[in-house]
């Protein structure tokens, strides 16, 4: 069930090509999931209606967005999209306080959000399909840091919950403090996701929306490309 060592490095990729698939479904089944929800209400062709069902699916994205950044505030950038996988320190404050796993968490609402965009099959594809995949990363995450953190791991494991999120604290706060503009600026692709869905509640035209989402891509390589480079320049420095 745990993610393999090439699953994890090469996560996004995978993730991506979930997205692709599902918004793929539209050649197998045309209708989509937001009119056939509103159809059972009969509101299907109501375009009000649609577009207010579409733009909750935004605000849905942009609650996971904002999980996220909470969590890259505390975790760091360069950590949280690292290919490689980092055990080497136990971060326990900020969301981690209500929820061992925030990122994928927020990731998982982006799911859901973006799913009410896809057919009726597409949505069950992106948002099953990324469920059984962040688990499995979880799985292989937890695994590693129980491999390193030892008992303060399993302490955590044991006040925190792993996916569902305690809305009181389960955990004193440390007293670390957030870096919050560092955290905007790895999460911004996903807040992208969140403007360009709710683009196309407002529009209902994937012209405006492809061109956000297309930015928003080119944004994350970009930090991708720029993490790789200081990652090899920290090898080659001298000890």
């Known amino acids: 069930m745990r ?6 490095r090469y996560r996004f990729l995978i993730i991506t090509a979930v997205y692709l698939l599902g918004f793929g479904c539209y050649r197998i089944d045309p209708r989509n ?15 009000l209606s649609i577009r207010l069902l579409i733009a909750l699916g935004a605000v849905i994205i942009g609650c996971g967005a904002l999980i996220r950044t909470w969590a890259t505030a505390y975790l760091l950038k360069d950590v949280v999209h690292d290919m490689a996988l980092h055990s080497d320190r136990l971060v326990a404050d900020g969301p981690y306080r209500h929820v061992r796993n925030p990122l994928y968490l927020g990731s998982f609402l982006m799911s859901v959000g ?21 688990m499995r990363l979880i799985f292989r995450e937890e695994a590693q840091l129980h491999a390193t953190q030892g008992d303060s791991y399993a302490r955590f494991v044991q006040a925190v919950p792993r ?8 955990l004193p706060a440390s007293g670390r403090a957030p870096e919050w503009g560092q955290a905007f600026l790895g999460e911004a692709f996903i807040w992208a996701f969140a403007v360009a869905t709710m683009s196309y509640a407002v529009t209902l035209s994937t012209a405006i929306t492809d061109v956000i989402i297309g930015l928003a891509l080119t944004w994350y390589a970009l930090t991708q490309l720029a993490l790789r480079r200081k990652r090899i320049r920290e090898a080659e420095r001298p000890a």
Request: proline share 4%; aromatic share 20%.
């Open 3 to 8: 993610a393999t060592a090439f699953e994890f």
């Open 33 to 47: 999931v937001s009119q056939a929800l509103l159809s059972t209400v009969g509101q299907g062709d109501n375009l």
């Open 163 to 170: 996916f569902w999120p305690s809305f009181t604290p389960r």
């Open 114 to 134: 973006m799913g009410l965009l896809a057919s009726r099959l597409g949505f069950f594809v992106i948002v099953f399909s990324n469920l059984i995949f962040y």
